[in-house]
């Protein structure tokens, strides 16, 4: 496969979206099961089967409008929230920081996977072997991405979860209620502060401070801890 072309580009980002993101909502799913709440697995989303996971703004628009822009150089997605019971846990506030935190600790493991499968590609024949390569680096930095996206202290993402389970109730209910807006506020972040950053000239792609650089700083670590450097 000709490593220009924009079928390269666009699957070497599809792909792994394709592990990353059904792994993340299985394992809040998976780790709410074993504490206690079932809701999850009656509904049949403790599984790495993608379609079950499916938003269509998150997995599909958000997706396709980033490859579209970037020109098959960029992709980034979320997939539908996993229902959790959080009466059903056994330890609630406990319980609540371990359902949350599995989903980004799932992309950490599935990054750092890819990046010993990395060892694997002499395996492969010549052809193969470039797209590969790409895969298995653009898996690592998407699940960075998720990883550090998905820690943001904000609802509905998993670190405003956390901080939801671990503030006092007060405070926790004053943050519980930003949950509605919390997407909106997101994408402004993503789509209008970057664009106005660009109007008046200043750097206000926030995304890029808090996730794109640490992303890829963590990448560089990681390939240096499996010896790729």
């Not at 079950?52 to 409008?65: N, Q, S």
């Not at 993402?157 to 389970?165: E, I, N």
């Amino acid at each position: 496969m000709d490593e220009h072309s924009l079928i390269f580009r666009i699957s070497i980002w599809v792909v792994p979206l394709l592990f990353a993101v059904p792994l993340h909502e299985a394992a809040h799913g998976w780790v709410a099961y074993k504490l206690g709440d079932n809701t999850a697995y009656l509904a049949g989303r403790v599984t790495f089967n993608p379609f079950k996971h499916i938003d269509p703004f998150g997995t599909i628009i958000l997706p396709a409008m980033l490859l579209f822009a970037s020109a098959g150089s960029m992709a980034f997605g979320f997939a539908k929230p996993v229902p959790v019971n959080f009466m059903g846990l056994r330890s609630i506030r406990r319980d609540m920081v371990l359902v949350a935190i599995a989903g980004p600790f799932s992309n950490l493991f599935l990054a750092f996977a890819s990046a010993l499968l990395l060892h694997t590609v002499d395996w492969f024949p010549d052809f193969a072997r470039a797209w590969l390569i790409s895969t298995l680096f653009v898996s690592m930095l998407i699940n960075m991405i998720l990883f550090f996206f998905n820690l943001i202290p904000l609802p509905p993402l998993d670190g405003g979860r956390v901080l939801v389970a671990i503030l006092p109730r007060s405070l926790s209910i004053m943050v519980s209620r930003l949950e509605r807006a919390g997407f909106a506020i997101i994408l402004g972040g993503l789509f209008l502060l970057p664009w106005l950053g660009d109007a008046v000239g200043m750097d206000l792609n926030i995304f890029q401070w808090i996730i794109g650089m640490p992303a890829r700083l963590s990448v560089s670590m990681m390939m240096d801890l499996v010896g790729l450097r």
